[in-house]
């Protein structure tokens, strides 16, 4: 049984800055996670694109933001059990929790955090014949490493801001590009919307509109597709990569059953206060819940876990009063004996 002061179901950005609050009030946290390392969505799904609304960086790929947070928490020894679902709560008499995962590791803790962003994210796949045979073997539903596609022939499917992003990006690695979409107009921001015609004059993507992908190909692998044109039947294209990019399905999982009150597929928490769900003791903070005039930022999440972990420690110390010091003030004391402090100043008389 692990045991620990706050439980995190998720470790994205949200997860991993709860683990430095919690750090400050010198409670120990341990994060549950499906995905197989820290970081969430911005490891798994886009860790090399760019993000320009964290707090004074203009701009940081999501990989990089999830680097620095996990050296921001280095000193607070936070435990991790990756690679594992988050199946069931249960509340014992004395009001703490047991959460289990679908691996059957159990977790004990007084306080749980749900922080799983939108959920567990399956792929929107296109409805094409024998496109399981195909997976991992040419197609991939998102990137990960960019230079897997490094002078390879890649067709990219679908009309949303992933589909422009990554069509721009892999014009300067891959050997060919093909963005195909079933209509003229894309639904993605207009900057990319613009970069991807110019890259279209240039001959650095090959743009196909009115047109979807309707055959692969291919003996051990995928080796070309059949493309149906609207106006001009289909034609046959050689590919090594096919990556139909038609968003992401998330779903609450195992969560939607722990007598949650949800909404929209989201937790319904108390805004006013503390990001409490209606269970006492159970948390949701980041995209994971919904409450009046909620903005699913990363920046966002940030501040519920800050204003959450006050809440946590008064749950957990009933009769001790915490008195916030600023960081400037008190600096960051990690559990490993670790200490980050302003230099003192030594003020001189001159008399």
Same mark, same amino acid.
């Given at each position: $049984?692990?045991? &620990? ?12 800055? *709860? ?142 801001? +992933?589909?422009?992003?990554? +069509? ?6 891959? /050997? ?15 900057? @990319? ?6 890259? /279209? ?12 992908? &309707? ?12 493309? =149906? ?5 289909? +034609? ?12 992401? @399905? ?21 805004? /006013? ?20 005039? =909620? ?12 204003? $959450? ?18 960081? *400037? ?19 001189? /008389?001159?008399?």
């Amino acid at each position: $049984m692990i045991k &620990t002061d706050i439980l995190i179901i998720g470790a994205g950005p949200t997860g991993l800055f *709860t683990v430095f609050e919690a750090g400050l009030l010198k409670l120990k946290c341990h994060l549950i996670d499906a995905l197989p390392q820290p970081g969430g969505q911005c490891s798994e799904i886009y860790p090399k694109k760019p993000i320009y609304d964290i707090p004074a960086y203009p701009e940081i790929l999501a990989g990089d933001l999830v680097k620095n947070l996990l050296e921001q928490i280095k000193s607070f020894n936070a435990g991790y059990t990756l690679g594992e679902r988050a199946e069931t709560l249960d509340k014992l008499e004395d009001g703490t929790f047991i959460v289990t995962t679908n691996k059957g590791t159990k977790h004990h803790a007084p306080v749980v955090v749900i922080a799983g962003g939108l959920g567990s994210f399956e792929p929107r796949k296109p409805q094409l014949e024998n496109i399981d045979k195909y997976e991992d073997k040419g197609i991939s539903y998102m990137i990960k490493d960019p230079e897997v596609f490094r002078g390879k022939k890649v067709l990219i499917a679908g009309g949303g801001d +992933s589909a422009l992003d990554w +069509s721009i990006f892999l014009a300067d690695v891959a /050997s060919e590009v093909y963005l195909v979409h079933r209509r003229n107009e894309f639904r993605g921001a207009l900057d @990319s919307v613009e970069k991807v015609a110019e890259l /279209s004059k240039k001959g650095k993507i090959e743009l196909i509109t009115e047109a979807e992908v &309707t055959k692969l190909h291919g003996d051990q692998g995928l080796e070309a597709l059949t493309v =149906k044109h609207l106006k001009n039947g289909e +034609s046959h294209i050689e590919v090594d990569h096919f990556i139909p990019l038609f968003g992401l @399905s998330p779903k609450l999982g195992p969560i939607g059953d722990w007598g949650l009150e949800i909404e929209k597929n989201a937790i319904k928490v108390d805004n /006013s206060y503390d990001y409490q769900t209606n269970i006492p003791g159970v948390y949701a903070i980041g995209d994971v819940n919904t409450y009046p005039g =909620k903005l699913k930022l990363i920046l966002s999440g940030f501040h519920e876990a800050a204003v $959450m972990c006050q809440s946590a420690y008064q749950r957990i110390f009933p009769n001790k009063k915490y008195i916030m010091k600023y960081t *400037t003030v008190g600096g960051v004391e990690g559990f490993d004996g670790t200490k980050k402090e302003a230099k003192k100043e030594v003020v001189k /008389s001159i008399v």
